[in-house]
């Protein structure tokens, strides 16, 4: 009677631990759905945008030549003698972007050699957080900073700047992303295998050969990748263009005077008493359409790059 008793307690344990094949079946299914769903409703969002940013885009061009829109070096779509040279917002969106990436790019990646490779763990563990609370910080106070704390102070160094101009605009967008470009790229280069470092250092490579010698390169993709999607922010970024740069289409590179970036003209667009339907309000959606192919080439890059020069340990 006890070796039943004992018999059925061991059957009784064993059950308790086998496994439940089909109810695991169930909740990874369950699971697969949910997440399968989330992924689509992104795609799905994605081809929304796109969708509806093609119907106003067809309309424009139906009544403005693709050509013209591509060539002409005038941008007044909101004047009476209206002009549809985009390539006007293009040039300054990439000088603003220009001079942000002479700023962001040097410092990040400096910043991120800093934390990954000299700073003691302890520094790293709270100098890095407080770098990442940059990018907290909402970019219409970095606007106002550019317009009010930056702009006075070039003025005092730099001849015939302007109130509005794409210097200053430039200057603390490169602040801005700053955070970006420093911490992806510090987690490029921490995530290299501390292996080659050695090494390197067994056949007499000094601290600095082995950083710019082996871990840079080694990190050299993922570097890229950061530097790419701080370019993508730049183009997109709105605020601080608006409010530091100005709303004066000029095709011109000089940084000292006003400007009008994509963004800041869909701003001013948006913000205003445009008609529905009419092709001042159309003028929003190529722009936005033109902005939307620009950071769609960028990232195709990123990963192509990404893809190719990717380094894989094993």
Same mark, same amino acid.
């Given at each position: 009677?006890?070796?039943?008793?004992?018999?059925? #307690? %061991?059957?009784? &344990?064993?059950?308790?631990?086998?496994?439940? /094949?089909?109810?695991?079946?169930?909740?990874?299914?369950?699971?697969? !759905?949910?997440?399968?769903?989330?992924?689509?409703? &992104? +795609?799905?969002?994605?081809?929304?945008?796109?969708?509806?940013? *093609?119907?106003?885009?067809?309309?424009?061009?139906? #009544?403005?030549?693709?050509?013209?829109f591509l060539?002409?070096?005038?941008?007044?779509?909101?004047?009476?003698?209206?002009?549809?040279?985009?390539?006007?917002? *293009? @040039?300054?969106?990439?000088?603003?972007s220009f *001079?942000?990436?002479?700023?962001? +790019?040097?410092?990040?990646?400096?910043?991120?050699?800093?934390?990954?490779?000299?700073?003691? /763990?302890?520094?790293? %563990?709270? =100098?890095?957080?407080?770098?990442?609370? =940059?990018?907290?910080?909402?970019?219409?106070?970095?606007?106002?900073? $550019?317009?009010?704390?930056?702009?006075?102070?070039?003025?005092?160094?730099?001849?015939?700047? #302007?109130? !509005?101009?794409?210097? &200053?605009?430039?200057?603390?967008?490169?602040? $801005?992303?700053?955070?970006?470009?420093?911490?992806?790229?510090?987690?490029?280069?921490?995530?290299?295998? @501390?292996?080659?470092?050695?090494?390197?250092?067994?056949?007499?490579?000094?601290?600095?050969?082995?950083?710019?010698?082996? +871990?840079?390169?080694?990190?050299? @993709?993922?570097?890229?990748?950061?530097?790419?999607?701080?370019?993508?922010?730049?183009?997109?970024?709105?605020?601080?263009?608006?409010?530091?740069?100005? #709303?004066?289409?000029?095709?011109?590179?000089?940084?000292?005077?006003?400007?009008?970036?994509?963004? &800041? !003209?869909?701003?001013?667009?948006?913000?205003?008493?445009?008609?529905?339907?009419?092709?001042?309000?159309?003028?929003?959606?190529?722009?936005?359409m033109t902005?939307? !192919?620009?950071?769609?080439?960028?990232?195709?890059?990123?990963?192509?790059?990404?893809?190719?020069?990717?380094?894989?340990?094993?």
């Amino acid at each position: 009677m006890t070796d039943d008793n004992g018999l059925h #307690q %061991a059957h009784h &344990s064993t059950e308790l631990w086998k496994p439940n /094949r089909a109810k695991s079946k169930r909740d990874e299914g369950i699971v697969r !759905f949910v997440f399968g769903a989330f992924a689509l409703l &992104s +795609v799905f969002t994605t081809f929304g945008i796109i969708f509806s940013l *093609i119907q106003e885009t067809i309309k424009f061009f139906s #009544q403005v030549p693709f050509w013209q829109f591509l060539t002409d070096t005038q941008w007044t779509p909101l004047f009476t003698n209206a002009r549809y040279g985009i390539f006007v917002l *293009i @040039s300054a969106t990439f000088l603003t972007s220009f *001079i942000a990436l002479l700023v962001a +790019v040097p410092l990040g990646l400096l910043a991120a050699i800093c934390l990954s490779e000299y700073a003691p /763990r302890k520094v790293r %563990a709270w =100098l890095k957080p407080a770098l990442e609370l =940059l990018a907290g910080v909402p970019t219409v106070v970095f606007g106002y900073f $550019a317009l009010l704390f930056v702009t006075p102070i070039l003025k005092d160094f730099i001849p015939g700047i #302007q109130t !509005f101009n794409g210097l &200053s605009a430039g200057l603390v967008l490169g602040i $801005a992303l700053l955070p970006t470009i420093a911490s992806l790229s510090e987690d490029a280069i921490y995530a290299v295998p @501390s292996t080659l470092r050695q090494a390197a250092y067994a056949v007499g490579a000094t601290k600095r050969e082995v950083v710019t010698g082996v +871990v840079l390169r080694a990190a050299l @993709s993922g570097i890229v990748a950061a530097i790419v999607l701080g370019v993508a922010r730049a183009v997109g970024e709105t605020m601080i263009v608006a409010l530091a740069a100005g #709303q004066n289409p000029n095709l011109t590179l000089d940084p000292r005077v006003a400007i009008q970036t994509m963004t &800041s !003209f869909i701003v001013q667009v948006a913000g205003g008493d445009v008609a529905v339907g009419t092709l001042k309000y159309d003028t929003l959606f190529v722009v936005g359409m033109t902005l939307f !192919f620009i950071t769609l080439t960028l990232n195709v890059f990123s990963y192509w790059f990404v893809r190719k020069y990717q380094e894989k340990y094993e």
